[in-house]
């Protein structure tokens, strides 16, 4: 999902809507700090009224759902730095009760926080570098209550080379993550594994010749090592 860089925001802007079955509102306001640096906050709530059965009977699924978050961009030096995070919390309706056993509301949580360093070096190359992180949480008790974390770092680099009449654009990078997540029984399930930790990692390398004005080829290799299958290439 790729959002607007700050200085494209730095103002504030108010929404809402509602339908017939569902309503939201928003917030955004923005604004910088000297020359080189831009911010932006903002909030939601959005919620969704009970769908209804054939019979015409209620659903009982009401939800409701809150969201925060900010973005901060800073240029300058031939770099750039942006770092954005956001946090949600949901909750249904209560679920009410069948045969005296209570089905109580499903909740949700969720946390994501996202850095970028991109820089134009002198020799007329640039790279990038992101980590991220993201938090989820599921609470149903009468099925499961999966919670996740997930560790991201990416690096990316981009030069340029000349042989003789042929032109090189060459991209290359890498990539490690990392996933926790365990999953609580509910009233009717239990998994097993309840808990789990994953990693991926990759390495990939792509040049696009110019043949000529009209004749380009691009040739890459991308491997992949991963806790399912091993080793991969493509």
């Known amino acids: 999902i790729i959002t607007k860089n700050t200085a494209e925001t730095r103002s504030t802007l108010v929404e809402a809507g509602s339908g017939n079955s569902e309503y939201g509102t928003r917030m955004r306001t ?3 700090i000297g020359a080189q640096t831009n911010w932006r906050v903002f909030g939601k ?7 209804f059965r054939a019979n015409g009977a209620d659903g009982i699924d009401k939800f409701r759902r809150k969201q925060v978050g900010f973005r901060v961009d800073w240029a300058g030096d ?8 956001d946090t949600l919390q949901g909750k249904s309706q209560h679920r009410g009760l069948l045969n005296g ?8 949580k ?28 599921r609470d149903e008790y009468t099925l499961y209550s999966p919670t996740s974390d997930i560790y991201d770092i990416e690096f990316q680099h981009h030069f340029a080379r000349t042989n003789g009449s042929m032109q090189h654009e060459i991209v290359w990078g890498g990539s490690h993550r990392y996933a926790e997540d365990e999953v609580d029984r509910g009233f009717f399930t239990i998994y097993v594994p309840a808990k789990r930790d994953l990693s991926w990692q990759t390495l990939f390398v792509q040049d696009e010749i110019s043949i000529s004005d009209r004749f380009r080829i691009t040739p890459g290799i991308k491997l992949e090592w991963n806790d399912y299958t091993g080793k991969e290439h493509l």
Do not use: C, I
Request: proline residues 4%; without cysteine; glycine residues 12%.
């Open 45 to 51: 709530v959005h919620g969704w009224d009970n769908t």
């Open 78 to 85: 031939n770099q750039e730095v942006m770092v954005e995070g």
């Open 101 to 108: 056993f209570e089905y109580p509301p499903v909740t949700v």
């Open 110 to 137: 969720a946390s994501s926080l996202l850095g970028l360093w991109s820089r134009q070096l002198d020799n007329g190359s640039d790279f990038k570098l992101q980590a991220s992180w993201s938090y989820n949480e």
């Open 30 to 32: 923005g604004g910088s």
